[in-house]
């Protein structure tokens, strides 16, 4: 099939091109290999967190060996979404991969938490590049209205990799080091390399001929910094009343109005605010920023509850996640089975949303006694109500925009789940650290003996302590688990009310073909 383009748009494939069934399933190989690797790796680490702060220190920056990945691949995605628009997906989709696996192999190497965090920023620097690489070169294979078969496989790879990596993660910190849980990325993206290399070789290549908005980028990356140093430091590092803060929350306000201004002069700007226009489009965003928060916060919060308080060995509480994953991964199958048979999918954004709100609002509600059955009740329903969000919202999006757009319309709503994500894990990590420290100082625990024992606090060091000492840090750990989840029920409410407003547009779909063309395809090399 010829590389064609739109026209005056390199990159971006037209609508009537159409690429037979056999041909999007041998190019999904590449793309499930990918979205495996991107998703895996925080999987994986998710289970080793509580040994990394034992082994490296640093409680008080726990939440940023997750923060620094999601920060950096948010500020990357919409940039890495235009890059494909200008040089072709395969180009910079296969450059993000590379990317990934130099900053896995150096977190690997970490000698303190400053290195693996700066680390981890690389590895985020590669990843947003993967995951709106994946949703972009889908948009480019099928149209929407035959999409939802297609992103629904895409999307229940991501309960796959959450189900293996907290096991590879967890058996990996039991009995091998927390180094491996990066390091077995390698092997992984070489695979994932050499797939993409042969199945998206005909993908659109682009001309570049546009140049690449680097000022947009450039003030993007500094007031998302800004905000998310607000949202990590703010009531634990420093007062929210400080100057530090007051400092930090000007340079966002400024940083953000310079945006948009640059923005809406670009000539090819890295983010289109033309495309926040369309409802649905912003809407769809909400939910994803939403999706982002309440899918980060459970993921990263959940193994110290379970470690911690409910006893869980590292590769046990990799287990324990599973009844999420699954139901994650039901409902996205289900649901685009749906919308590709039916063209409908309003309700799915509807009744998700829903579902996370009282999944979260029920692990809200957990106490030192709480069994894992219970906890596993909790993760379906929280898990059903991502799966049926996670896919819908990206495919509203890519609905609402024409094709020359697509790129960086998925580097939008890719930006706007990892930008949730980002928030409100530093957002709900420093109110699961004050609440900790809050609840032992309150209950006699002095501050250097406490505390200090806190941040080096590991499962193994735990069950060492005596009766006492040990039942007063779990229910610092309950209390600030509590808190935690309640904040995500309240974000999550907000996102239920949201999705109510979303108007059904019908799904756009590609002319049928000849019967002679359909046949030629089929008889077509499997090479894409």
Known sequence: MAKDTVAGVPGAAPEH?????????????????AMLLAQLDNMIVAPALPTIVGDLGGLNH???????????????????????????????????????????????????MAELIGFRALQGLGAGGLMVGVMAIMADLVPPRERGKYTGVIMAVMPV??????????????????????????????????????????????????????????????WITALVLITSWGGSQYAWGSWQIAALGVVTAVAFAAFVAVERRAADPIMPLNVFKDTNFSLAGALSFISGFALFGGVTFLPQFQQFVQGASATNSGLLLMPMMIAVMAVSLVGGALITRTGRYRALPIIGSALVVVGLGLFATMGAHTSSTTTSLYMVVLGAGMGGLLQTTSLIAQNSVPPRDMGAATGASTFLRN?????????????????????????????????????????????????????????AVVNGIGAIFTWGAAIAAVGFVLAWFIRHVPLRGAAPRPVESAAADERAPLTV
């Open 17 to 33: 091109v159409r690429f037979s069934g056999r041909q999007i399933l041998v190019a999904m190989s590449g793309l499930v290999i």
């Open 62 to 112: 726990l939440a940023w060996v997750t923060t620094g990945y999601i920060l950096a691949s948010t500020v990357a995605t919409p940039l890495w979404g235009k890059l494909g628009d200008l040089y072709g997906r395969r180009s910079s989709f296969m450059s993000s991969i590379v990317i990934f696996l130099i900053g896995s192999a150096l977190s690997g190497m970490s000698r303190n």
């Open 161 to 222: 990799a959450m189900i293996g990596g907290p096991l590879v993660g967890g058996f990996i910190t039991d009995h091998l080091t927390w180094r491996w849980a990066f390091y077995v990325n390698l092997p992984l993206g070489v695979i994932a390399l050499v797939v993409c290399w042969f199945t998206l070789r005909r993908l659109p290549t682009g001309s570049g001929a546009a140049r690449v908005d680097w000022s947009g980028a450039a003030l993007l990356t500094l």
């Open 419 to 475: 930008m949730g994500g980002s928030l409100g894990v530093s957002l709900l990590g420093a109110v699961y650290t004050t609440r900790l420290s809050d609840y032992l100082a309150a209950h006699g625990a002095t501050p250097g003996h406490h505390t200090g024992s806190a941040a080096q606090m590991t499962p193994a060091a735990l069950r060492a302590l005596p009766e006492a000492a040990r039942q007063l840090f779990q229910g």
